[in-house]
């Protein structure tokens, strides 16, 4: 059970949705060098949730991509005196498992352990290690820098991958989100043993991190948890804010050539911030053209009624600055044009007409009477107040999400859209066979 | 790519072996990162049923259909799954795919509710909704808040008897499945070559054919072919409704008898065996398709748990495949991976779970500047090791541990919960099974590892794919074990 002291703030949300959905109690407080915590107490299983979420993604790339992605993936090669077969054997014998993961927002190390405290003490001792003396071993780094490589390889035989990377680099331009997490190949070979260093001394710090801890521990063992972790890391300075993302000025068209039986389109354009005070309409009227799965406009037009394309769909990427809006499908390629006009004419219709009344009810409907399925797991759960916590949204978010789904106006979805998003000015992106 | 490890490439082995309807971002479920997965064995544990927090009630309607209830009361959630035995590994060729096509059909309307309503109904009262098709399953679920299950029955139940098969709508869906087809295997290397090597290790055994069905087969599949499908295998006797979540199992017993009580039962037709002849000597295929990374699999036969003259010998294939790629410390990330840095990415896999007899598989692809013919040389030495040696202690308890841990993990997600049930049932195994599986894992020796390496893992049951990259667009790559460039 979540906790369900907090249902009284939602009578609002309960006379509208008419269920109850509890919110996850947050507890939040610093540790003693700066790290902010969000703690969710989960007390039914005996397990803990700990992830570290430093303002540490490939934003902070600079002029050497990849180097984010290879500085977060060479936590786990050796760290203190342990070398990358002892952490491994460690975290196996005690049936801990980690993942690290790395973003152009955020680089996130994560632990997940048995509370029983034999096995739960030495795994976080270790997890506190990993991110407080990675040894940076040569030889791993040559390995790890080698898997990149492959990686990069793989990504340019997959057509979805490299309309992606095409789409943020013909969006951002010279912002900090044009190139992608997992840098070039000329990067990637370049990149040094001293970069990485100088990358984990500046940004794996206690005030560029977020720790959120969801499990069966109280509220006292979530601090000396937290403590734990984190207090070997210095002080340090969290990462400046990143630079906003100029609107694109005119509309661009990029083909890239690739074997593929489909052709990949992506129509795009930079979208909104995590903050954006246009969240809400923006979110809903996205759900209702594109982000429901089969009953969202561009599905119904593109596959229930032509049955051009197995997935069709548009989402917007809140981020710290401007993430992408993003409208995509994939069909054979002598469908291609007939896809794109109809996805072009649905976007268009929708920002001149709006969305009908029937159709933000149902919308919200879905959203607020699902809520309780978006927080109805640990992971969940932790995802959440990282996100929270990452983008510095209130405590208070996930207690008001209710309600302020369930205020957005069928006026305000109409004209977010017409403010924020431009048709004529995006980016499209094709990846296939250019005469098929 | 944002994980670095040692499956730095995401090889979807699996990913052609189930498929679901929806492939849209929106309300879309990584089913395939719920499901035990074929690449990692580690995950298919089971939950403890016993405790009062997680008990498990079974019922039988007088129509046949199985209904099992487990509680789980962390949330005021619910998740209703019916499984049908059916899927690819019923079907012969000439109608491969129509389960999965039959699936998606079933969202296009019944007498009552027209195309689409089904979904609408479910979005509108906040639900999550899809379906997936597997060899041996076909399955539906609906993810609610918990009052709202009476809602996800009735629509259920009508569309088991009474969908309404058009042939506009077939037309339209039988597109959106061949281009469902091209995203997933034609136009992705290392899945046109894991079906090749599907197809090339097994002849007779269905598993030969994918899941999603020959393109050529999808391309003439007709609404009679699955009309003829739905009629046979869309009846209560041949269902297991599961439901996991905050419910009362008494109340959902009666919810069931209510909805699909009155559904009358069918006869079934008898399955033939399709026992796969002996393989009497190793295999090859080689697949040439445009790529930048090469990709290797090898397939030694096995017996599942299902198919076993002994069950222990199953746990210990298990056990085998974990000693292999259990983790980060087990022997492919440590020695192949990092200590020999000859895999970018490799693992192993058993299938436990199955109908029919299956495969342990490795897989992997070289690093960079490291040929596919060094990576089969490794993997075929880690082999002849388990031949040779005994594994350490040190390893079997390394698996216990995990093990035992992972039983507590899973009880996080419901989803799983629920698909742990359905698949043991609906494969003709029994959902206790799960809760055993800690002590079977544990009452392995490692005599009983190597015994089913020297049985089962010889040449003469090995099957082995490579996927040699062609140019992409004009490049030249030079043949398949090209280094750096």
């Keep these: 059970m979540l906790p369900t002291k907090r249902l009284l703030t939602l009578t609002a949300a309960l006379l509208i949705s008419g269920f109850a959905t509890a919110s996850p109690d947050i507890h939040h407080w610093r540790t003693s060098n700066g790290a902010r915590v969000y703690f969710v107490p989960a007390p039914q299983l005996p397990m803990v949730d700990i992830r570290v979420t430093f303002n540490a993604g490939s934003a902070r790339d600079g002029n050497q991509p990849g180097l984010a992605m290879l500085t977060n993936g060479m936590l786990e090669e050796g760290a203190g005196k342990l070398s990358a077969n002892a952490i491994a054997e460690h975290f196996d014998n005690l049936g801990a498992n980690t993942g690290f993961e790395s973003l152009r927002d955020m680089a996130t190390a994560s632990l997940r352990t048995l509370t029983d405290r034999e096995l739960m003490q030495p795994a976080v001792e270790t997890f506190a290690l990993l991110l407080r003396e990675p040894s940076f071993p040569k030889n791993a780094l040559e390995r790890v820098r080698k898997q990149m490589l492959v990686g990069l390889r793989h990504e340019s035989q997959s057509p979805g991958t490299l309309g992606s990377k095409a789409l943020y680099e013909a969006l951002y331009g010279s912002h900090p989100y044009a190139g992608h997490s997992s840098g070039t190949m000329a990067s990637v070979r370049k990149l040094s043993r001293e970069d990485v260093i100088a990358y984990h001394r500046r940004y794996y710090v206690a005030n560029n991190a977020i720790v959120a801890i969801v499990g069966a521990v109280d509220r006292q063992q979530a601090e000396q948890l937290a403590e734990q972790v984190m207090g070997g890391l210095p002080a340090g300075e969290g990462a400046p804010a990143l630079p906003g993302v100029p609107g694109l000025s005119d509309s661009t068209e990029k083909h890239i050539e690739h074997p593929s039986t489909q052709t990949h389109i992506l129509l795009g354009q930079p979208g909104m911030r995590r903050d954006d005070a246009d969240y809400f309409p923006l979110y809903i009227g996205n759900h209702i053209l594109g982000g429901s799965g089969l009953t969202s406009r561009i599905s119904d037009e593109i596959r229930e009624k032509r049955g051009l394309s197995y997935s069709a769909y548009s989402y917007f990427s809140p981020m710290a600055a401007e993430g992408p809006y993003l409208l995509s499908l994939q069909t054979k390629t002598e469908s291609r044009d007939e896809a794109l006009t109809v996805l072009r004419a649905t976007l268009n219709r929708f920002i001149s007409e709006g969305p009908s009344e029937e159709e933000l009810i149902a919308s919200k409907k879905n959203i607020t009477g699902g809520f309780a399925l978006n927080i109805d797991s640990n992971k969940d759960i932790l995802g959440y107040i990282s996100m929270i916590g990452f983008y510095n949204l209130p405590l208070d978010y996930l207690d008001t999400f209710i309600t302020r789904v369930n205020q957005v106006t069928l006026a305000q979805v109409h004209d977010a859209f017409k403010r924020r998003i431009h048709p004529d000015k995006m980016v499209l992106i094709t990846v296939g066979e250019e005469n098929n | ?485």
């Design chain 2, 1 to 485: 790519m944002p994980k670095l490890s040692h499956r730095l490439l995401p090889i979807l082995l699996s990913g052609s072996a189930v498929l679901s309807l929806g492939g849209c971002s929106g309300t879309g479920i990584n089913i395939q990162a719920m499901l035990p997965s074929q690449l990692t064995t580690t995950a298919e544990v089971a939950a403890n049923g016993n405790g009062s927090n997680h008990a498990t009630h079974e019922y039988m309607l007088a129509n046949g259909m199985k209904v099992i209830v487990r509680e789980d009361h962390r949330a005021p959630v619910v998740i209703s799954q019916i499984w049908y035995k059916v899927g690819a590994s019923y079907e012969h060729i000439g109608i491969t795919g129509v389960s999965h096509v039959l699936e998606h059909m079933m969202f296009k309307g019944t007498d009552k509710h027209p195309p689409g309503e089904f979904s609408r109904i479910i979005a509108e009262n906040g639900g999550r909704e899809n379906a997936f098709t597997g060899r041996d399953f076909t399955s539906y679920f609906q993810q609610l808040e918990a009052s709202r299950l009476p809602i996800a029955f009735e629509l259920e139940a009508d569309r088991m008897r009474n969908l309404h098969l058009q042939e506009a709508e077939f037309r339209k869906e039988r597109d959106v499945v061949i281009e469902e087809r091209r995203l997933r295997t034609e136009d992705k290397p290392s899945a046109l070559t894991y079906e090749k090597f599907m197809a090339t290790a097994f002849q007779v055994n269905p598993y030969h054919n994918p899941v999603i069905g020959w393109m050529d087969d999808l391309k003439s599949l007709t609404l009679s072919d699955l009309s003829r499908w739905y009629q046979t295998w869309y009846s209560p006797n041949n269902a297991t409704l599961v439901v996991v979540g905050d419910v009362d199992p008494e109340a959902v017993h009666s919810l069931a008898r209510k909805y699909f009580g009155r559904i009358p039962p069918s006869t079934l037709p008898d399955q033939k065996p399709r026992t796969e002849p002996p393989q009497q000597g190793e295999r090859r295929v080689t697949v040439l398709a445009p790529a930048e990374v090469p990709v290797l699999i090898m397939g030694y036969k096995t017996p599942v748990l299902r198919t076993v003259d002994q069950s222990w010998k199953a746990y210990a294939l298990e056990v085998l495949a974990n000693v292999l790629d259990g983790g980060d410390s087990a022997r492919i990330s440590r020695e192949l991976v990092r200590g020999q840095a000859i895999a970018a990415s490799a693992g192993a896999s058993y299938d436990l779970i199955a109908r029919h007899d299956s495969l342990l598989t490795l897989e992997g692809t070289p690093a960079q500047g490291q040929k596919i013919a060094t990576l089969e040389k490794a993997l075929r030495d880690q082999v002849s090791r388990l031949h040779r040696e005994r594994i350490s202690s040190k390893e079997l308890a390394r698996i216990k541990a995990q093990v035992t841990a992972n039983k507590v993990y899973e009880l996080d997600s419901v989803f799983y919960q629920a698909m742990q049930i359905g698949m043991l049932e609906t494969i003709g195994l029994q959902w206790q099974e799960a809760e055993h599986y800690a002590e079977r894992i544990n009452a392995v020796t490692a005599e009983q590892v190597q015994q089913v390496a020297r049985e089962f893992l010889i040449d003469d049951n090995l099957t082995v794919a490579t996927l040699q990259p062609l140019p992409i667009n004009g490049k030249q790559v030079k043949g398949g074990d090209h280094a750096a460039h």
